[in-house]
Structure formats: C-alpha cells, structure tokens
C-alpha cells in the first residue's frame, strides 16, 4: 500500500477515520500492530506538527521531571489562585511552564552528578544524561494537571461571600479533590474513545507538541521533505520562534498597557458618543461589535484556542453558529423589546427586578439561605438581560444538538470501540503507543471508587443542603454527556457546557437550595470539565509516546499538590484581606465570582420551576434544547444523498459553540479570531502549504508564549507595584473602547454603575 493512500488532506469535523480511510487492511489480531516505516497521521495538521516516530529507550519518569514537575505544579498553583481575586486576574498559561521547564531541566542536566540511588527496585540515577523531551512533556503535564485544578474552588469562594457559608479545609479540599479525581477516573474509563482514535485530534496540543519539537530540535518528516522540496524554508522553527516571540513579547507591552483601545477598537462609537444605539452597535466589548476589532493577541486566545490550531471548517461553522445568535438574533430580541430587553443594558450577566433596579438577593432569602416563597411573590420575579437569556438558549441548544450528532455521525465507531479499544483504523502513533503498558481499566475504576467514597463524605459531612441520592444523579448526569461533550471537544478544543443542565436538573428536584444547587453543579459540570482536562493531557502524552503509567502518576501528583497549595492560597487570602471580594477590598474584588453567583441565584435560589413558568418571560427557551436535537438529524441525510457537497462540512453542534464563551467575551472576539484562522488555515495552508506546514504552529506557540511573558512582567513590574500609564484618549479607565453607552439600558440608565 502506497503511503499516500493513508493520508486523507482534508479534515472534516463530521468524519470518523474508520478502515476504509486507510486502504485495506487486514485485521489485527495482536496487541502491537505492524509498523510501516512510510506510515503517518491520515490527517495534515497532525502530520506537520507530531512525528510518525519514537525512541523508547528515552528515560521519563526521572528524578529530575519529578522535581521540576512538583516546583512548577505548586508555582503555578499558587499563582493563579492568587491573581484570581484581583480585579485584573493574571492567568498563568501552561505554556510558561513549558518554556521554563526546558532550562530548568538543562540546569539540572549540567549541576546533578551522574549517581545511582540505591533503593532496591524504586532505585534510580539522580542525573540519567542530556534532558529530553519525554521528560519535558512530564513536568508540563503535571503542571498543567495543577494549573487546572481549581474549578471547584470557585463554588468555594461563593458559598463564603454569597452564603455566608464555610467548610473550613477538611471540607475544601474533599470538595476540590473528589471532582478532580472523579473526572479524573472518567478520562480514564473512556480514553479509548477521547483519546486513542486519529479523529480524536485534540486541536490546541498540536501548538504544544510543535513547541516541545522546536525546542529539542526535532522535525516531523512532513517538514523534512516540505523543506528539500520548497525553496525559502531556510530559517530554522527555532529562530522563528525567538523572532516571533520577541515581536509578541513587545507588541504586547501597547494593548496590554500603553494603548488598552487596541483590546477593542470600536469605531463606529467615535461617530456619535452620546447615543445608546451607536454604543449598543458598536462596542466590542459591551455590545454587538459590528465593525469592532482586536489588535491584542490576548484577547483571542483568552476566550477561544488558538485560531492558527483550528482547522479552517470548523472555524467556519463556529462562525456561522456566532453570526446568527449574536448578530442575528440577540438584536431581534433586544429592539423588539423581547423580554422586555429594553428596560436592561444590552450585554451583561447582572440580575434585575422587574423596574429594572438591581435584583435584591437578601430580600428574598431566609436566614438558612433558602428562598423564602411570601418575600418573593411579593417582591419580583427575576430578570436577565436578553444577550444573557439568548446564550441560555444556545447552551440548550447545543446539548440538544451534541446528542443526536453523536449518534448520528459517531455511534458505530463508538460501539466498535466498545467490543475492542484497538481497530484497524489505528494511526500510526496509536500503533507505537502500544509498545507501552497500558494503565489497566481497573485503575482507573479504582481512582473513580475512592473519589465517589470521598465525594459521599463531603456533602453528608459539611453543610451541603445535598442529599446523598443526589450525588449519585449527578455522577450519572457527568458520565453520560461526558462522551458526546467529549468528542466534541477532541475536534474543536472548544468544549461545551453542561453547567445549566446540572443547575436546572437540581433546581427541579429542590428548588429555593442555592448552596445544594451549587454542590450538585461542581459534581455534576466540573467534573465533565475535568475530565476533559485529563484526556486533552493524555492525548498530549500519546502523541509524544509517553508511558501511560507514568502520565497516570504525573496528572494525579500535579492534581493533588494542586488542590493543596490552590485552598490553602483561597483560606489566606479570604482570612487576611478585609472585605475580600468587594469594591472596598480592591484591587481583591474577584470577578470571576459574578457568574457563579449570578447562576446560584437564577438556578438554585430561584429555580427553573419558576425561571421557566408557563407565566415567565423565559417559558420558550427549554424549547432551544428540542431545536437543537432536531437541527443535525436533515444535516445528516442531506450529507448522505449529497456526499461531496458543502453541506458534508456542516456540523450542527461545532456551529452551537460559536457563541460558547458568551457571556463574558467580548463580541469582537469571534469575528476577529475566525478571520485570522481564514488567513492561515484556508489561504496561507492552501497557497503556501509548505510554509503553513513548517511555521504555522510555530508562530502559534510564539505569539502565545510573548504575550504570556510579557503579561507577566506588565503585572509585577507596573500594575503590582501601582505604576499606572498616564490617562489619554487611548487609555481611558471610564471605557476603555470608547462606547461610554455601551453598559446602560435604553434609556440611558445603568443601576450598576
């Protein structure tokens, strides 16, 4: 078989790469297939980023990834909580530590002496020669395992300050490692399907896997050949990279503090300041966007992957999912006075009665934080804002469509994968994985027992206003929408939310319990999304051949340092700063507990009972979630009888996650990060594809990793130490893309000001 027969250049995010998209094949009957040394990834973008090939005698788990891998797990940890309660949180990336971790381990390669520690069968050499990739990949696991760890911490944070409620540690740190753990195990028992198969791509760990490659100067042969073929490659990725990077880093220095316009050039506000339409048109970052445009790389890639990693169609299908909810059908709503829209601001996710004041909390709760049913009837029923109740409805949405796609387009390969994890449609690097001992299932079902025994203790120990019954839905909740979420996620890097199903299905079964609803969500959402965490991680360790024993090590050490350093940050900072989480506390006013809070209160305080009463404003959005299941059903007979057609590049849930990071994104976000991937991955890959090939993914990482630096370095050199830029048209704090309007309703009015 010709190797070009196995490579199909077009990536389709319908497409399941079954047998038939290889040639024949002859059924595998062992557990290690036969190599072919021509083979590679059927799919292009995996080709130029990740060699078809491994050297196993590599050492991994060694003295030195250990001990860097603790350092950087308990930094970034430690950070990232930190900053989280500033009113300018700073996020430290993974890629930071990616970059660091490569001299650090050159640092340990030249200072450790070459010595065996002598400790029977755990013995080993404290410096086993040069620092390698496999090593490398390791410490970035276990940090990225840590950097992500602390979802749960947030429900923490707003039970505190909304609720008036503390679990102390004990209860914290059950509460943060069982969901981690939980979905850990999750990860575990369906990698087969998340991780193993070539369609399975993980988009954004090609940006990882082509940085660790440039940095330890290895190339896939996809480069190799573009490079002997091509005129005008010359310059190697590594100097690209320094070079991009350097450009990043200082590029970033004008939007991220000189020039913050360049975050949101709105320009139609310029034409006319004192009007609320204008405004309302024009901001990117409080209103629609129409025209508006970012110049801060940051933005981007802080709501969305990178657009330079998202194959083009899937690009165009979030796009078009984004262009009709936002542009199209949050402006209906709004200017026909839908929900009454307009007595509220355009874009926000603040809470409000029905004159349109703020919605007063403490009016309608009883001392046991419960709902009090007499204060409410009596007070108001809740309001949102239109932009807030349409991307409730997409979120519904997107579930619904999620469900029948996947079993539609993936239901056989995912019942084939159930008989047998190994099929003849394996790639390449699923061939070499198997020279490694796999993690055996039962491990993984091990992991998953002790988290969900953990998981009992917290909610019948703490306060958790959580039956134990309920524990058990939630479980099931997460494990059955984690596949279909799953795959979804594997092919865009965009994943989608189970956060409102969770609060609506607890908000049904007991509603008025905002704390239960809370603790039903972290067990139910966040562990879907940590799940997701681990299998993006071990995707990232099958394509750069690392033992799965040993990923499985690496991700629960870096989650259980993670947990540790994250709380006891979180207890320090709540019991040392007055007022914490306020605006008397600033700069610590965490912003990020607005949307947690504001959900708490519509879901569990609340309820859908009454959100989604037949009387409600809000009676017609469940209705989003039947359009949506509906939607990929014509899509998918119209594909069959029309096979080489546009529509087979339809996929109906990838456009449902165009509006996915609303709110709080800014609009101008999507339009902007979509036309850049049209630049890169549709005309530079098609008309310069040798050049795409070698530095796309590159410059990929650069612009990552400058603006990540640089980030950095603005923060402790500037905003820490209260060093502020001067105030001028291009740095104005009142609003910074100059839509003054753009936060108050129609009238003018904004009661959150």
Same mark, same amino acid.
């Given at each position: 078989?010709?190797?070009?027969?196995?490579?199909?250049?077009?990536?389709?995010?319908?497409?399941?790469? @079954?047998?038939?998209?290889?040639?024949?094949?002859?059924?595998?009957?062992?557990?290690?297939?036969?190599?072919?040394?021509?083979?590679?990834?059927?799919?292009?973008?995996?080709?130029?980023?990740?060699?078809?090939?491994?050297?196993?005698?590599?050492?991994?788990? @060694?003295?030195?990834?250990?001990?860097?891998?603790?350092?950087?797990?308990?930094?970034?940890?430690?950070?990232?909580?930190?900053?989280?309660?500033?009113?300018?949180?700073?996020?430290?990336?993974?890629?930071?530590?990616?970059?660091?971790?490569?001299?650090?381990?050159?640092?340990?390669?030249?200072?450790?002496?070459?010595?065996?520690?002598?400790?029977?069968?755990?013995?080993?050499?404290?410096?086993?020669?040069?620092?390698?990739?496999?090593?490398?990949?390791?410490? #970035?696991? $276990?940090?990225?395992?840590?950097? #992500?760890?602390?979802?749960?911490?947030?429900?923490?944070?707003?039970?505190?300050?909304?609720?008036?409620?503390?679990?102390?540690?004990?209860?914290?740190?059950?509460?943060?490692?069982?969901?981690?753990?939980?979905?850990?195990?999750? !990860?575990?028992?369906?990698?087969?399907?998340?991780?193993?198969?070539?369609? $399975?791509?993980?988009?954004?760990?090609?940006?990882?896997?082509?940085?660790?490659?440039?940095?330890?100067?290895?190339?896939?042969?996809e480069i190799l050949d573009a490079e002997a073929t091509t005129p005008g490659l010359s310059l190697s990725r590594n100097k690209f990279f320094l070079i991009a990077f350097t450009c990043s880093f200082i590029w970033y220095f004008f939007p991220g503090y000189m020039i913050p316009v360049l975050t949101?050039?709105?320009? *139609?506000?310029?034409?006319?300041?004192?009007?609320?339409?204008?405004?309302?048109?024009?901001?990117?970052?409080?209103?629609?966007?129409?025209?508006?445009?970012?110049?801060?790389?940051?933005?981007?890639?802080?709501?969305?992957?990178?657009?330079?990693?998202?194959?083009?169609?899937?690009?165009?299908?979030?796009?078009?999912?984004?262009?009709?909810?936002?542009?199209?059908?949050?402006?209906?709503?709004?200017?026909?006075?839908?929900?009454?829209?307009?007595?509220?601001?355009?874009?926000?996710?603040?809470?409000?009665?029905?004159?349109?004041?703020?919605?007063?909390?403490?009016?309608?709760?009883?001392?046991?934080?419960?709902?009090?049913?007499?204060?409410?009837?009596?007070?108001?029923?809740?309001?949102?804002?239109?932009?807030?109740?349409?991307?409730?409805?997409?979120?519904?949405?997107?579930?619904?469509?999620?469900?029948?796609?996947?079993?539609?387009?993936?239901?056989?390969? *995912?019942?084939?994968?159930?008989?047998?994890?190994?099929?003849?449609?394996?790639?390449?690097?699923?061939?070499?994985?198997?020279?490694?001992?796999?993690?055996?299932?039962?491990?993984?079902?091990?992991?998953?027992?002790?988290?969900?025994?953990?998981?009992?203790? @917290?909610?019948?120990?703490?306060?958790?206003? $959580?039956?134990?019954?309920?524990?058990?839905?939630?479980?099931?909740? !997460?494990?059955?929408?984690?596949?279909?979420?799953?795959?979804?996620?594997?092919?865009?890097?965009?994943?989608?939310?189970?956060?409102?199903?969770?609060?609506?299905?607890?908000?049904?079964?007991?509603?008025?319990?905002?704390?239960?609803? $809370?603790?039903?969500?972290?067990?139910?959402?966040?562990?879907?999304?940590?799940?997701?965490?681990?299998?993006?991680?071990?995707?990232?360790?099958?394509?750069?051949?690392?033992?799965?024993?040993?990923?499985?090590?690496?991700?629960?050490?870096?989650? *259980?340092?993670?947990?540790?350093?994250?709380?006891?940050?979180?207890?320090?900072?709540?019991?040392?700063?007055?007022?914490?989480?306020?605006?008397?506390?600033?700069?610590?006013?965490?912003?990020?507990?607005?949307?947690?809070?504001?959900?708490?209160? /519509?879901?569990?305080?609340?309820?859908?009972?009454?959100?989604?009463?037949?009387?409600?404003?809000?009676?017609?959005?469940?209705?989003?979630?039947?359009?949506?299941?509906?939607?990929? *059903?014509?899509?998918?007979?119209? #594909?069959?009888?029309?096979?080489?057609?546009?529509?087979?590049?339809?996929?109906?849930?990838?456009?449902?996650?165009?509006?996915?990071?609303?709110?709080?994104?800014?609009?101008?976000? !999507?339009?902007?990060? !979509?036309?850049?991937?049209?630049?890169?991955?549709?005309?530079?890959?098609?008309?310069?594809?040798?050049?795409?090939?070698?530095?796309?993914?590159?410059?990929?990482?650069?612009?990552?990793?400058?603006?990540?630096?640089?980030?950095?370095?603005?923060?402790?050199?500037?905003?820490?130490?209260? /060093?502020?830029?001067?105030?001028?048209?291009?740095?104005?704090?009142?609003?910074?893309?100059?839509?003054?309007?753009?936060?108050?309703?129609?009238?003018?009015?904004?009661?959150?000001?």
């Amino acid at each position: 078989m010709d190797s070009e027969k196995k490579l199909d250049p077009v990536y389709d995010p319908n497409k399941i790469y @079954t047998k038939e998209s290889f040639g024949s094949h002859s059924s595998i009957e062992e557990n290690v297939h036969p190599i072919d040394p021509l083979e590679d990834s059927p799919i292009e973008e995996v080709r130029s980023a990740v060699p078809p090939t491994d050297d196993h005698t590599l050492p991994t788990a @060694t003295f030195r990834s250990w001990f860097w891998g603790i350092i950087f797990s308990a930094a970034i940890s430690f950070s990232n909580q930190f900053f989280w309660f500033r009113a300018n949180p700073l996020t430290i990336k993974v890629i930071v530590v990616q970059l660091l971790a490569f001299p650090a381990g050159r640092l340990t390669e030249k200072i450790l002496p070459n010595y065996n520690v002598p400790l029977g069968r755990f013995s080993f050499n404290l410096n086993p020669g040069k620092f390698n990739v496999k090593e490398h990949v390791l410490i #970035t696991v $276990m940090a990225n395992a840590a950097a #992500t760890s602390f979802d749960a911490i947030d429900i923490i944070v707003v039970q505190k300050i909304y609720y008036n409620q503390d679990w102390g540690f004990g209860g914290g740190i059950l509460l943060v490692l069982s969901t981690s753990l939980l979905g850990f195990g999750f !990860a575990g028992i369906l990698r087969r399907f998340l991780v193993r198969p070539s369609s $399975m791509v993980w988009p954004i760990n090609l940006v990882n896997a082509t940085l660790f490659h440039t940095l330890h100067k290895e190339s896939p042969k996809e480069i190799l050949d573009a490079e002997a073929t091509t005129p005008g490659l010359s310059l190697s990725r590594n100097k690209f990279f320094l070079i991009a990077f350097t450009c990043s880093f200082i590029w970033y220095f004008f939007p991220g503090y000189m020039i913050p316009v360049l975050t949101s050039i709105s320009w *139609i506000c310029w034409i006319k300041k004192d009007s609320v339409l204008v405004s309302q048109i024009g901001s990117g970052i409080h209103g629609l966007g129409i025209g508006s445009f970012t110049l801060d790389w940051s933005q981007l890639a802080a709501w969305y992957p990178s657009p330079l990693a998202i194959p083009w169609v899937v690009q165009a299908n979030m796009l078009a999912g984004f262009v009709f909810f936002i542009w199209f059908l949050v402006p209906i709503i709004y200017y026909t006075d839908t929900w009454e829209s307009k007595k509220f601001p355009f874009y926000n996710t603040h809470q409000y009665d029905i004159f349109g004041a703020e919605f007063d909390r403490d009016r309608v709760l009883t001392p046991g934080q419960f709902l009090n049913e007499t204060a409410y009837e009596d007070y108001s029923p809740i309001r949102i804002t239109g932009f807030f109740a349409v991307c409730y409805g997409q979120g519904l949405a997107a579930l619904g469509a999620i469900i029948s796609h996947t079993i539609l387009y993936n239901g056989k390969d *995912i019942w084939n994968r159930v008989k047998n994890a190994r099929q003849a449609s394996d790639d390449i690097h699923a061939k070499l994985m198997d020279r490694y001992k796999e993690v055996p299932d039962l491990w993984y079902l091990g992991l998953f027992l002790v988290a969900l025994g953990m998981s009992f203790a @917290t909610i019948i120990v703490w306060p958790s206003d $959580m039956p134990w019954w309920a524990l058990i839905i939630a479980v099931i909740l !997460a494990f059955v929408w984690l596949l279909p979420i799953g795959i979804i996620t594997a092919i865009t890097s965009q994943s989608p939310t189970i956060s409102m199903i969770t609060e609506w299905v607890y908000g049904g079964i007991r509603p008025g319990h905002p704390i239960g609803n $809370m603790i039903f969500k972290t067990y139910g959402y966040i562990t879907v999304r940590q799940a997701l965490l681990f299998a993006q991680d071990l995707k990232l360790g099958h394509y750069m051949k690392i033992p799965p024993r040993h990923m499985f090590s690496f991700q629960i050490v870096g989650t *259980i340092v993670a947990s540790f350093v994250s709380l006891g940050t979180t207890n320090f900072l709540m019991g040392s700063i007055p007022d914490v989480c306020t605006k008397a506390a600033y700069p610590w006013t965490c912003p990020n507990a607005g949307l947690f809070g504001a959900s708490s209160v /519509i879901w569990g305080l609340i309820g859908p009972q009454k959100f989604f009463a037949t009387y409600s404003l809000y009676a017609g959005l469940p209705y989003f979630l039947l359009a949506g299941f509906l939607l990929p *059903i014509p899509i998918y007979f119209l #594909t069959k009888r029309y096979p080489n057609s546009w529509i087979r590049h339809v996929s109906i849930p990838v456009c449902m996650l165009g509006p996915t990071p609303y709110p709080p994104a800014p609009t101008n976000v !999507a339009p902007c990060w !979509a036309f850049i991937g049209f630049i890169f991955n549709y005309v530079i890959k098609r008309r310069a594809n040798a050049w795409w090939k070698k530095y796309n993914y590159v410059l990929s990482a650069a612009l990552d990793s400058g603006v990540a630096i640089c980030a950095i370095v603005i923060f402790f050199a500037f905003q820490n130490t209260e /060093i502020h830029f001067p105030t001028w048209w291009g740095n104005n704090p009142d609003s910074i893309d100059q839509c003054p309007l753009a936060t108050a309703n129609w009238t003018g009015v904004d009661v959150y000001a």
